[in-house]
């Protein structure tokens, strides 16, 4: 079988994997890092969605080969290695950004990569670069308010 | 999915000697292969993977337009074309969702030439060069139908050619589960010259709506338009919407489409 090195969350892992391997299945099943969920598998929900070096992909769309040697970041190396959360993931927890938390971690790596893009975006740009996640709970409204509040704007 | 090898090649010669292999398949963003592969709708033997080619990234201006790497994403059109073609840069912005716009190509899109897919309404209305190892494929003639083209068999589109209109706008009425096209018009015009293409509503994928045209020839103004609107005998229909509201759409979304043409 081929081998990848994908550096995840600032560690090295290399494996010998399927060609076929999705990212999404190297992450939870080879790595175990199942913060990174499977909403959906057919591209519709971000609920899977990380960084490949720095920007935002659908994990579960991209083949681990095809990232070999990039630098991978999911939702467990968003948070400090103290465990401080980071001003996306204490907004969400301050202004309710989630009820089941099904959705959160693809909602908190997308709005990690707007913020990122943008530092102080508008309400519509907010919306519009959530296109691709999707959240069967909340609204949606406290979702965008706790990315507001995240970029240091009144809310 | 089915298992399959995986290549990756850095430069073209390599990538179409391993694409002679008639059972291989070019992979590039992955957008829509990677789901056909997960529906076990495809099974290569070898995908090559096109995005470490440095030949194929990019994009560049030039007296003839505006050349376009074929597996330069939607995202990095996007930013690149913003000054030389907005409408164009427009129409990558406003593909999918920011992930998909990352990872997915226009040299991918023009490939698949999904009847609802942006792209091909853009190429046909600039009149865009596909550019291939082996030859270049005029707009009229790569479209060939729904979800086909005139590639052959382990032909590989390497660049775009779009020729820039003196000023042109793409306007989609996005079907909002999918957020492709339920119907989108791009208008270009050519001092005078004007192009109309409708992807989404064909039942023979993008074409050229000729009436409009004509009509916008006469005068570019949307009022130009305002009985106009496909046959509908000629429409999609299906669950999204019946072929009579798809030719509706056509004529709302050309009207608004040479208005933000007009407005810029
Ligand atoms: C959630 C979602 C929303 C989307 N919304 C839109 C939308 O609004 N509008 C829109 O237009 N599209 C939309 N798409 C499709 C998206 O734009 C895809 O990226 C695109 O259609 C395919 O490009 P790709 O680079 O991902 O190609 P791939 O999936 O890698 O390839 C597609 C096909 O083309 C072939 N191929 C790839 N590159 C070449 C090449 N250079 N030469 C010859 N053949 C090649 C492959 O073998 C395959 O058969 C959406 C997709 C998703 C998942
Ligand atoms: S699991 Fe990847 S988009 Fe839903
Ligand atoms: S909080 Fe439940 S899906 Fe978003």
Same mark, same amino acid.
């Given at each position: ?97 989630? @009820? ?52 240091? @704007?009144?809310? | ?7 990756? #090649? ?24 990677? #789901? ?128 820039? #209109? ?99």
């Amino acid at each position: 079988m081929p081998e990848v090195t994908i550096h995840v969350n600032g560690q090295s892992h290399t494996a010998e994997i399927e060609a076929r391997t999705l990212l999404s299945t190297f992450l939870r099943e080879d790595l175990r890092l199942t913060g990174t969920h499977i909403g959906c598998d057919t591209s519709q929900c971000g609920a899977c969605a990380v960084h490949v070096d720095g920007v935002l992909v659908k994990s579960c769309a991209v083949l681990a080969m095809d990232v070999d040697g990039a630098a991978v970041t999911t939702i467990e190396g968003i948070a400090a290695p103290d465990g401080t959360l980071s001003p996306v993931q204490q907004a969400f927890k301050d202004h309710h950004g989630l @009820q089941c938390g099904f959705c959160t971690p693809g909602m908190i790596m997308a709005a990690t990569a707007l913020l990122a893009e943008t530092a102080k975006p508008s309400e519509a740009q907010v919306r519009h670069y959530l296109e691709g996640n999707l959240c069967r709970c909340t609204g949606y409204h406290n979702i965008v308010k706790a990315i507001l509040a995240a970029s240091g @704007q009144a809310v | 999915m089915y298992a399959f090898d995986f290549v990756k #090649p850095t430069d073209l010669k390599s990538a179409l000697a391993a694409l002679e292999d008639p059972e291989a398949l070019p992979l590039s963003g992955g957008q829509t292969l990677i #789901p056909t592969l997960k529906q076990r709708l495809a099974s290569p033997s070898c995908l090559v993977s096109l995005t470490a080619i440095p030949e194929l990234q990019g994009v560049c201006q030039s007296a003839e337009g505006l050349s376009i790497g074929a597996a330069t994403t939607h995202a990095e059109l996007s930013r690149a074309a913003a000054a030389a073609y907005p409408a164009l840069a427009r129409l990558a912005g406003q593909i999918g969702d920011p992930a998909v716009r990352h990872r997915g190509t226009i040299g991918g899109s023009l490939a698949n030439n999904d009847p609802s897919a942006c792209y091909p309404s853009a190429a046909l209305a600039s009149g865009a060069v596909m550019v291939t190892p082996r030859r270049e494929i005029a707009a009229e003639d790569y479209f060939q139908g729904m979800f086909t083209t005139a590639l052959e068999e382990g032909e590989i589109l390497t660049m775009l050619r779009f020729p820039i #209109p003196t000023r042109a706008a793409y306007v989609k009425f996005a079907q909002p589960a999918s957020r492709f096209a339920l119907v989108g018009v791009f208008v270009a015009d050519f001092e005078g010259d004007v192009r109309v293409a409708v992807t989404g509503a064909g039942a023979e994928g993008v074409f050229r709506w000729a009436e409009a045209e004509a009509a916008l020839a006469e005068g570019f103004d949307p009022q130009a338009l305002t009985p106009l609107a496909p046959p509908e005998q000629e429409m999609i229909a299906d669950l999204h919407a019946s072929a009579d509201y798809r030719a509706h759409l056509v004529g709302v979304m050309t009207r608004r489409a040479v208005l933000a043409a007009i407005t810029g």
